[in-house]
């Protein structure tokens, strides 16, 4: 857990993008298919997403980048929950809901 949150705030080789309605996030791959069977499933599956290792997707930055911080930390986010909430529904991040 302390070097995930070392890769979260440093965010260096970061290798993919998440480019949310407002903003883009960088992040590693290998957390997003550890953390979500959804993003596990769209890396592993030869989609588009997985070839240019960037996705669009219609949440704001801050919103995502609290689930993201979430993946990586641990930490539970505090601001934006029904967007956030939303956000782990869809990417089946079940952990924000315990």
Not at 8 to 18: A, H, N, P, V
Not at 42 to 54: C, Q
Not at 64 to 76: C, D, I, P, Q
Request: hydrophobic share 40%.
């Amino acid at each position: 857990a302390k070097y995930a949150r070392i890769a979260w705030g440093q965010r260096k080789f970061t290798d993919f993008i998440f480019q949310c309605a407002n903003g883009n996030v960088n992040c590693h791959r290998c957390m997003l298919a550890a953390a979500s069977p959804v993003f596990e499933r769209m890396l592993e599956s030869g989609m588009s997403e997985s070839i240019r290792l960037e996705v669009s997707i219609p949440e704001s930055k801050e919103a995502f980048e609290s689930v993201l911080e979430h993946m990586y930390t641990g930490r539970v986010p505090t601001t934006q929950m029904a967007e956030v909430l939303a956000i782990a529904s869809r990417y089946e991040l079940h952990e924000l809901f315990d």
